[in-house]
């Protein structure tokens, strides 16, 4: 049973260019999380899906962020137009739809630099 | 609103000590649930342990430990024993249920703890 995966681990982009980042969940898992972890902060919920919906988005998804979980397995998190503030690692967590039972399971992260 | 604080940003303890991490949460609603995960340099976030707020009894998962304080609404982890393999951040979090299930996770700031040989 493989985990949460996430590519690229590293990216190094300049300011203005697009990113896109992708996240395959655990294989059973119906829910996909992203967030957003800056250096000694915890991580801050960015967005969530069910299946290929997706039901919630922070303020903090502004709007040069888009993720999309087409056929409800993997999902990508694209970044238009960077900024250096948009620097940070970027996590996705996966979990299975027990109810009140689940608990989300992370990846490693992909982290991203901004210059 | 949903707020885990966690006052300790940096411990030291030398192999073999004894260490408490604190984790003070705050949340209106009535039903929740508390966690924490571990996060090693390679930086992975480590699921430890998930406590619902009607189970009161404390856990015990060998070296490991949890205290959990509705009166003071606190979630306390203890390392027994620490070493160095222990070094990592550990971060406490918050959710509560949106519906019928878990919602976003809320997490506290963290604390960076290093275990010197």
């Known amino acids: 049973d493989t985990g949460v995966s996430q590519d690229p681990r590293h990216k190094i982009t300049k300011r203005g260019q697009n990113v896109t980042f992708r996240c395959d969940p655990i294989?059973?898992?119906?829910?996909l999380y992203w967030y957003r972890q800056t250096l000694g902060q915890g991580p801050e919920f960015l967005t969530y899906?069910?299946?290929?919906?997706?039901?919630?988005k922070s303020r903090l998804l502004s709007d040069r962020f888009s993720a999309e979980r087409p056929k409800g397995s993997f999902s990508t998190l694209e970044i238009q137009r960077t900024e250096q503030g948009d620097s940070a690692m970027y996590l996705c967590?996966?979990?299975?739809?027990?109810?009140?039972?689940?608990?989300?399971?992370f990846g490693p992260g992909t982290r991203l630099t901004v210059l | 609103a949903q707020k885990v604080t966690q006052a300790q940003t940096e411990i030291s303890v030398v192999e073999k000590e004894d260490v408490t991490l604190d984790c003070v949460y705050e949340?209106?609603?009535?039903?929740?649930?508390l966690f924490w995960y571990k996060q090693p340099p390679s930086g992975e976030l480590v699921f430890l342990i998930r406590?619902?707020?009607?189970?009161?009894q404390n856990e015990i998962s060998g070296r490991y430990s949890w205290n959990f304080q509705k009166s003071t609404s606190s979630f306390n982890f203890t390392i027994t024993a620490s070493q160095v393999v222990d070094s990592a951040v550990y971060f406490c979090?918050?959710?509560?249920?949106?519906?019928?299930?878990?919602?976003?996770?809320?997490f506290g700031r963290g604390t960076q703890l290093t275990v010197w040989p």
């Open positions: 294989s059973e898992h119906n829910r």
């Open positions: 406590r619902n707020s009607f189970d009161e």
């Open positions: 979090a918050l959710s509560s249920p949106v519906g019928s299930t878990l919602g976003r996770l809320y």
């Open positions: 949340t209106r609603d009535t039903t929740y649930y």
């Open positions: 967590a996966s979990s299975f739809d027990r109810g009140r039972e689940d608990t989300q399971y």
């Open positions: 899906f069910q299946n290929e919906a997706q039901l919630e």
